[in-house]
């Protein structure tokens, strides 16, 4: 705040009616018409501010401004309530004065970089990442729509001194981002104050939203992919940061390899409580035979932050080689490219039980629809790191490099006009219904449409893409749980979920079709039916052998939190809760980090959780 901007006279009334044109205005023209608030907020967290003074503070901490920004802060999708559970202390909120475009504490004074140890600034602080984070998700070389949250309500809460505790999470029940404070020594560590941990937790907030149903996934890829998601977010975040940028070059002399700079997460936080410089590092040599059958989610999830870390460097090397960048050049058209390449392909995962051969083949068709004619070869590059990982296989990998896809029209039984679809979700039921055979859903099958949404994407160069219509719909098939390795849960109802993601582009051509097969049988006919049932006893299978695993490991507890998301001592990553009559699994939003000595059904875990 204490930054200033190429500024133009606007009034609030004028401000307002730019507000409705600002996909349209360029980043330096928003800044001039006060349409972004520069906002002093941690780079990283106060350990690296106190190491690197340099790195201090984002210099490029700008946040969107909307009309409805208020005391707390408040604004149209996030809520500070400073709420201390261990204290039961509120305490008063940052107040926002719009003459100066500022937020200040109880006695009016400006909360920036010179009143950092208020707990109005900490509020700030954290309030200024997550609007800059939502913003990278929803702009168009993201996800290029709003995102909704995964609860009833429009605002996630957000409690930056929630108790005393060395944790920070994500919490669906009772709507809120929580971060905890600990000591060491004479020192407290505030998580609020981490840039890398506000990023990592709001990323499972973001992909609990847009997929809500992979919280019920009982498979430990599913629950590594949300972490994966959380350290990807922090990470691409990071990278956009000018000065880090530029301090990166100047300690790696251009090779990203030299240095583990940009891959470490949460500094503070990781030395403070797992005695290491950081959590987890997006540099490792992992392949996914190495984790495949590993009960870590955080340690599976780094086979799939290296393999797009390994995209990162490629592309680095090739802007620089191939294109003759010079490395600041290099490294910008990188991380911008990777908002893209990474980002996008999030709307065309299924709605249930993503691996990560889901998530390489929407990188890699989320590619081809933005960048169809693949002039520098990306595509055979994301393919080749994702073979070497053996996220995918060799002969898969073969036929994907010589495939060229054409997009196609469903082979219908009943024909229904995209916009109609796209109107509401009683229309895309109907589109479902009736045709339950050309899309593999069996007639038994009470399918749900679990969401249906318009984006509006852009290619790196801001064109324009093909509109997208993403559809997902889901069924449940019921399962009873015999045998002895279910535990108590013996004789109980389960269900498997099942389902695809429908994505569509505004002449009803097919972008992408990502399915989840079950059981129940099928009217359609023929071979490729025969492989939709094939894989859909493949699910079953590996659904019932991960939920008898979690059983004999102690893994799965009763519903945990409340209202309030309080912190339990001790947390299994899996919680059960029964839901008309049938029992549901759920990833726990509490799960600790656990020690990669330690052995993978049985090892402790930290009091830390991301």
């Known amino acids: 705040m204490a930054r200033k901007s190429r500024d133009l006279k606007v009034t609030r009334l004028e401000r307002a009616s730019l507000y409705a044109a600002r996909r349209f205005l360029d980043r330096s023209l928003e800044e001039a018409l006060k349409l972004r ?8 967290d106060p350990q690296v501010a106190d190491e690197n003074p340099k790195l201090a503070f984002d210099e490029d901490g700008f946040v969107p401004w ?31 004065v719009e003459e100066l475009n500022a937020f200040v504490d109880p006695s009016g004074k400006l909360l920036d970089r010179h009143n950092k140890e208020s707990l109005q600034f900490h509020q700030v602080n954290v309030w200024a990442i997550l609007q800059r984070a939502l913003d990278f998700f929803e702009n168009g070389f993201g996800l290029g729509r709003s995102i909704p949250w995964g609860f009833d309500g ?16 994500y919490d669906r029940q009772s709507k809120s981002l929580q971060f905890y404070y600990f000591d060491r020594g004479k020192e407290r560590i505030l998580t609020c104050l981490s840039t890398d941990i506000v990023n990592h937790e709001f990323g499972h907030a973001v992909l609990d939203g847009i ?30 940061n000018n000065a880090f940028r530029q301090q990166l070059i100047a300690d790696t002399q ?22 290491q410089p950081y959590l987890r590092s997006a540099r490792n040599d992992l392949k996914y ?74 990188v890699l068709r989320a590619e081809e629809i933005a960048n169809p004619t693949d002039p520098d070869g990306y595509r055979l590059m994301m393919l080749d790191v994702f073979e070497r990982r053996g996220i995918l296989q060799p002969s898969e990998t073969a036929r994907l490099k010589l495939s060229r896809h054409v997009f196609d029209r469903l082979d219908l039984d009943v024909f229904h ?46 064109r324009r893409q093909p509109r997208q219509i993403l559809l997902q719909y889901i069924w449940r098939e019921d399962i009873i749980l015999q045998g002895d390795q279910f535990g108590r849960f013996k004789g109980q109802m389960a269900s498997l979920l099942c389902g695809a993601t429908l994505a569509l582009d505004e002449n009803g051509n097919v972008l992408a079709w990502a399915r989840k097969p079950g059981t129940l049988p099928l009217a359609r006919k023929g071979k490729a039916a025969e492989d939709e049932a094939r894989e859909g006893k493949r699910r079953r299978d590996a659904f019932l052998a991960a939920l008898a695993l979690r059983v004999k490991a102690g893994r799965i507890a009763s519903a945990i939190g409340g209202e309030k998301g309080l912190l339990p001592k001790s947390v299994a990553p899996i919680t059960s809760r029964v839901v008309n009559g049938a029992v549901r699994f759920e990833l726990s939003p509490h799960v600790g980090i656990h020690d990669d000595e330690h052995d993978e059904l049985g090892g402790r875990s930290c009091q830390i959780s991301s």
Not at 155 to 169: Q, S, W
Not at 330 to 336: K, M, R, S, Y
């Open 211 to 240: 997929r809500p149903h992979f919280i019920e996934s009982v498979l430990p890829e599913t629950a590594a992919f949300h972490e994966f998601m959380g350290d990807l977010t922090a990470i691409l975040i990071a990278f956009r």
């Open 37 to 44: 608030i520069p906002f002093d907020v941690y780079f990283q």
């Open 66 to 96: 909307e009309p409805g920004i208020g005391d707390g802060p408040t604004s149209a999708r996030f809520a500070i309530v400073d709420y201390d559970g261990s204290t039961e202390i509120l305490a008063p909120p940052a107040r926002w």
């Open 417 to 462: 006009d995209v916009e109609t679809i796209a109107s509401s979700k009683a229309e895309a039921y109907r589109f479902l219904d009736d045709n339950r055979s050309a899309l593999f859903i069996p007639y038994d099958a009470d399918v749900t449409v679990a969401d249906l949404c318009t984006a509006q994407k852009l290619t790196r160069q801001a």
């Open 154 to 169: 429009s605002r996630l809460i957000v409690v930056p001194h929630a108790g005393y505790g060395e944790n920070a999470f």
């Open 254 to 275: 251009g090779d990203l390899e030299s240095e583990s700079t940009l891959s470490r997460l949460a500094e503070q936080f990781g030395r403070h409580v797992a005695n």
């Open 289 to 362: 035979a190495d984790v495949a059958n590993d009960q870590r989610p955080h340690h599976m999830s780094q086979v799939l932050t290296g393999s797009m870390f390994d995209i990162v460097l490629r592309l680095s090397k090739y802007y620089v080689t191939e294109r003759n960048r010079t490395v600041p050049q290099a490294f910008w058209d990188t991380i911008q490219r990777m908002q893209d390449m990474a980002v996008q392909p999030l709307d065309l995962l299924p709605p249930v039980d993503v691996t990560f051969r889901d998530y390489a083949l929407a």
